[in-house]
Each structure stands twice: as C-alpha cells, then as structure tokens.
C-alpha cells in the first residue's frame, strides 16, 4: 500500500511536469529580422490606410452590451455574478482623415443586484480607428497616451516575436494570419502586452488582444483593462471594425481581498455604407459619444429602434458567444508573455483577508477568533510573501502561517506552513457569518474541528480560461481539539476526536469553472486524488460536480458530491452528510464513512412578487425563484459513530428572494418523516463571508 500511494504522488508530479512544461513555438524568437520586418510593413500598411483618400467616410450601425459585474470568493474560482446590464445600439459615423461621431439612438438598462453604477462615457461606444497611434481608455482618466504597437514609435517601445500562421474565422470568412506577440522592452514604462494578427497577404491589422502594464494604470483601483478587437474586410480591401469586447477590473487598493467589480463591454458592428456623406452638422461640437444621456425606462421602442424582446433573453442570447471567447482566455494569453513580471496594477502590498470569517468569527472550539493578513509583494513581480495571523479567545490557541507565492506565465509556485483549525469536511454546509451568529447566539454549530500543522509545497496551473491544475505535497499533523466556549443561549455539542497523527501527503485537484454570465447550460466542477503515508496509509478521491440546463422559460439545477477512501482513511479525511446542506430534514451529520455519495436536483421556477425599494438606487427585485427539490445521499464504512444506513432520500421546497441572494429551504425526510428548515445566503456568497 505505501508503494502504491508514492507512486500515485509521482505519477501525478509527472503529469503536471509535462502539462506546465513550455510547447515549443515557431519561430519563437524576439526581434528576428523576419519579424520586425513583417511589423514594419504592417506599421507602413496602417499609416497608408489612414491616409487612402479612396475612403472618405462611412455610416454604420452598432449594437453592444456593457455588463457590470462582481465576482467573488477565494482565487476568485466562481464566474462573476451579473449586477447591472446595459443594451444600446448606436448609429456611428466617420470621415477622413480621422473624425467620428457615435449617436445613442436605443438604450435599456436593468438590475440583477443592487447597485448605483454610472459608466465613462466612452464605456458606452466603440473604438472606431484602432486607437490611433496612441491608446486612450475611459476618456483618459484610466489609460492615456499609450504607444500602440503598429505606430510608428512602436519598434522603439516593444519587442515582437512570430509565433505561427493560423486560420481563423472574421465575420464568416476564413482567413490566414501572422500571429505576433508583442511585449515591451521595458515592463516598467507605459506600455501594451498581447498578440497581434496580421493578415497573411496584406499585414493588415485583424485582431488584436492586449492588455497593459501596471505603469499605463492612472486609476489606482484598477486591477487590470483586457480589450479584444476584430476588423472585417468591406468592399474587398477596407478592414474596418467588426467586434470589439473590453473588460477592466477594480478592486480596492488597501486590502487584498477576493472580491472585484468588473465591466465588460461587447460590440458588433455591421451594416457599413461606404457611399454615405455625412453633413458637417454631424461632427460640429458635442461629445464624439451624443445621442441619449441615460437609457429610456421600460421602453421596447426608442425612435425606429426596436428591441423586440425582453433585456434578460437577449442577454442570454449573448451569454454563449460572450462566454466562450471570455477574456479569461486572453489574460491566459498575456499571463505566458509576461512571465515574471506583475500585470497587476494594484499595490504590490496590502493588507489581505480571504473572507470576512478570516478576519473574524466564531465557533465553539475557539470562540470569538480573531486573525488577519498581509500580502507583501516585490515591486513589478510576481513574487509575494504571504503571512496571517490569529488567535482564538476561548482557547488561547495561536493560529497563522507564511506563504510564499511565486508565479511565472500561466504558473503559480507556493511554499506554505501553516497552523489552523478548520471544519474537516470539504463539503461546506453553512455561510461562514451565519455560522458565527448560530454558534454565538443559539449553540448551534454546523462544523467539526481539527487543528493541522501543515508544511506544503505546491503548483496551480492554468490550462485554460474555465481549468486550472493544482498539485500539492508535503507533511501535515491532525490533533483533536475540544469545546472551550460558551453560546448566549443552550450548549454546544461535543467535538469528535478527529487528530490521526502525521501524515506525507500529495494531493491533485482538476477544477472547471463556471461558463460566465447568463449561461444557461453549464457544467463545472472539481476532481480531487489524493495520497498519504504515516499511521496508515490511504488513498482518497472525491468529485464536485454542478450543472444547469434551460427547461423552457424554467431551468433544471443539479449537484453531486461523492468521494471514496481506501480502509487506512483517517477520521479527519472522511466523508459526513446529513441536515442542513446535504440532506434537510435528516438528522445533522447523522451518517458518514470512508465512501459517500450525494445527488441534489431542484426545479427553478421564476415567479413575480412585489418590489420592495431598499433606497435610493436597490429594492427587493420583481421576481423571486421557487425551487422544488429531490435529494438522496449514501454512505457506507462509517467512522466517528456515524450511520451507514442505505439511501437516505429528501424532498422540499426552496425559495429564493431578494434577487436570489437569501434562500429560505424546507425538506422532510422520506424514509422517517423528519422536517428540516435553513434560512442561509445563497451558495454562491459563501467564499467571501
């Protein structure tokens, strides 16, 4: 069994070796001859199409979305939460050699989340000449001034290195392209990161997905500014824009914690009329960006501008196309360029907390536990040492750790020690604050504590924008621990003895993400092995799986948790269900073992309910969400005193209010009749509280 779980540790050591290794890359030089020269007719050919008199204006029509966003939890593992939607179509006029006006002719705005948000005017239109030589974002106040790669100034600001030619598809049609990256040759200047693609025939500009570096930022909030943007051929010879996404991402300077407002714009351009001459009017005076100043309230028709259907199913009908060239990819992308150096554009040193239960909460082995954090990092790298610290008031027990995390490409290098107590279930069942007012006020706490001590060495590594790798090895020792606090009102529940000694450990996780915004079809999920050698010595896997699928106006939710552990599992590493989370209306973590399987499917039917306002700028929502569900779980090898009872089913009913962020559940127990119920935040809210 000991050779069995070592050569499961460097079996998995070995697969990770060849997933992070490097592919080689064509022609992956920086500043070849062959590439500067293919830049330089590139560069050549943008000045000259900016100064064909052949095109001397243009009319044409955009429509485009611009979401804001929220996304939250630890390593920010969930896809953002949709707050606030913006549809608009614009009428977009340009003229030699370098005017444009954009007319707002449709808007419509709605609220998934309470929010006061206000955008950039520029924020609400497109880029209409590739930026020019010199890149501007959020009317300046956000980026301003940055050199563009094909300008003229560009050889003396960047280096560029010739990956490949690739076909790719632009507005149908398939096409050859050159595809350069581009990095600066100082990372601490101003400056763009990304790829260029260059049409095969022409050295035209098609696409170009970029980022920058954290110099060009003047907000001091900003994480990071990702902009994707495609050109189409008309006519036969003019590549004007076709699609253009954008997405900037802020957070708070002062505390690095997982939490971040996004805003993600997303264009198509068509319908060109190339004959068109627009009258000096068009262009007198004004913002470039005129028409509507704020969107019409519950308007389908604004002038001859139909929308035609409601805001939430067109926003569905763009998740699909948003979601699978999500800007995830692309920071993939500028992550491999950039290598060692800091992208982002926040503080490299703050204070840090991964949820607001790190900074305080409450449980009955501890009591009232305090703790925070600090992440320390070293100017322009990708280096940054990590410390926490924390102290339980019941017990006196001293708690923390030192990180050292250290990330290269699409990498991430960790060196960890660490002491803390934690629920010994993987699966959690509870927010973390109503954990601690449940514990405190009522004696109720829905964990199982062990203390560990753990030394670990461990790699994440990014495959794609949705899958992530992670690998981790080291020594970690398990001590029971015992009730030292007292609640308001009733007694706690004992603690199970959970400490099993000192084990070798190795453990690999492949997770999925979640698709993005809107989706309505979705699949992700975890899949944990794990290894360890000491008292005994075991093998462990377990699966986190939840999908949804459209049922008419309506839609089918699904979870599945499941995991299995050879006869050396130790307590501490087991499986547990039961009550609240798992399985309502059974008893709390009635029944356990060494393998343990549980299905949850619920029905989730929109219904209209009066709005509440809650302010100025929130209410309660017009629509609330009833959730009928079916539930089984199975556990077998029981430890702890725990049940191995045959399959447990439940059904009930869940409602979610208050735009699905409180969620109100009962179910009954079909085998013995027992009635559950749980008040909680929806599951989604968990990482950060």
């Known amino acids: 069994m000991r050779l069995l779980v070592r050569f499961a540790a460097l079996a998995g050591l070995a697969a990770l ?41 243009y009319r044409t029509t955009a429509h485009g979305f611009v979401f804001f966003l929220g996304q939250f939890g630890q390593s920010f593992n969930l896809p953002p939460k949709l707050i606030k939607a913006d549809e608009l179509k614009l009428q977009v006029y340009w003229r030699a050699p370098d005017e444009s006006k954009q007319v707002i002719t449709g808007w419509r705005d709605g609220s998934w989340l309470p929010n006061d948000m206000n955008y950039h005017r520029d924020h609400l239109g497109i880029v209409t000449n590739n930026f020019g030589d010199r ?24 280096d560029y290195a010739l990956e490949d030619s690739v076909r790719i598809a632009s507005a149908g049609r398939q096409i050859t392209v050159y595809s350069v990256r581009v990095r600066p040759k100082r990372f601490g200047e101003p400056a763009v990161i990304g790829t260029l693609f260059l049409d095969a025939a022409s050295a035209e500009l098609v696409r170009f997905r970029f980022s920058f570096t954290p110099a060009s930022y003047l907000d001091r909030d900003l994480e990071d500014i990702d902009i994707a943007l495609e050109n189409s051929l008309w006519a036969g010879r003019y590549w004007l824009p076709y699609r253009q996404e954008i997405e900037i991402r802020r957070r708070v300077t002062w505390l690095d914690f997982p939490a971040r407002g996004i805003i993600r714009g997303r264009w198509e351009i068509t319908d060109y009329d190339l004959d068109v001459t627009p009258p000096d009017s068009i262009f007198a005076g004004g913002p470039e960006i005129a028409g509507l100043r704020r969107p019409t309230p519950a308007a389908e028709t ?35 360029i950039a290598g060692t150096h800091a992208l982002s554009g926040l503080p490299s040193s703050q204070l840090a907390a991964n949820s607001v ?47 050292l995390r250290v990330g290269a490409g699409a990498t991430q290098f960790t060196l960890a020690g660490a002491r803390r107590i934690r629920d010994f279930s993987d699966w959690p069942v509870i927010a973390p604050v109503f954990n601690s007012l449940s514990a405190q006020e009522f004696g109720r706490d829905y964990g199982d504590y062990v203390l560990l001590n753990t030394a670990t060495a461990g790699l994440r590594h990014t495959l794609s924008a949705r899958t992530t790798v992670d690998l981790e090895g080291g020594v970690e020792e398990s001590r029971s621990v015992d009730v030292a606090a007292r609640p308001a009102m009733g007694t706690y529940r004992p603690n199970p003895a959970l400490g099993a000694g000192t084990y070798g450990v190795a453990r690999l996780r ?31 896997a377990a699966l986190q799986a939840e999908w949804q699928a459209p049922l008419g106006a309506t839609a089918l939710a699904g979870r599945v948790l499941a995991g299995a552990g050879t006869a050396g599992l130790p307590a501490y590493r087991s ?70 009872n045959g399959i447990r ?23 013995d009749g027992r009635v559950g119920v749980s008040v909680d935040v929806n599951r989604d809210w968990w990482g950060i509280l």
């Open 510 to 540: 492949l997770e999925r993400g979640g698709g993005g915004v809107a989706v309505r079809r979705d699949l992700h999920g975890a899949l944990m092995l794990e290894g360890g050698t000491g008292p005994t010595d075991y093998l462990r």
């Open 357 to 403: 239960s790190d900074v305080v909460h409450v449980n009955r082995v501890q009591g009232l536990a305090l703790g925070f954090g600090a992440s320390l990092g070293l100017a322009r790298s990708r280096v940054h040492l990590q410390p926490r610290l924390g102290i339980g008031t019941a017990d006196g027990r001293v708690t923390g750790g030192l990180a």
């Open 135 to 158: 890149i501007r974002i959020g009317e300046g106040d956000e980026v301003r001034d940055v050199v563009h790669p094909l300008a003229p100034a560009g050889p003396a600001v960047y």
């Open 575 to 644: 499986f547990v269900l039961g009550g609240r989370g798992t399985l309502l209306g059974e008893p709390f973590r009635a029944y356990g073992g060494r393998q343990a399987v549980l299905a949850h499917l619920e029905w989730r039917v929109g219904v209209p309910v009066p709005a509440i306002p809650l302010g100025s700028f929130a209410s309660t929502g017009r629509t609330a969400t009833l959730a009928p569900f079916v539930a089984a779980g199975w556990t077998h090898d029981p430890v702890l005193g725990t049940a191995s």
């Open 302 to 336: 604004v002038g001859d501008t139909t929308w035609g259907r409601p805001l939430a199913q067109a926003i569905g009908d763009v998740a699909q196309p948003l979601n699978r060239r999500d800007m995830e990819e692309l920071r993939v992308e500028v992550e491999r």
């Open 17 to 57: 070796g060849a997933l992070v290794a490097p592919a080689p890359l064509a022609g992956q030089q920086w500043n070849d001859p062959a590439t500067l020269a293919l830049v330089r007719r590139a560069s050549e050919r943008r000045q000259t199409t900016q100064a064909d008199t052949t095109l001397r204006a």
């Open 649 to 671: 089913p439940v059904a009930g009913l869940a409602v979610e209010w208050l735009m699905n962020i409180l969620r109100v559940e009962a179910g009954v127990g079909l085998r």
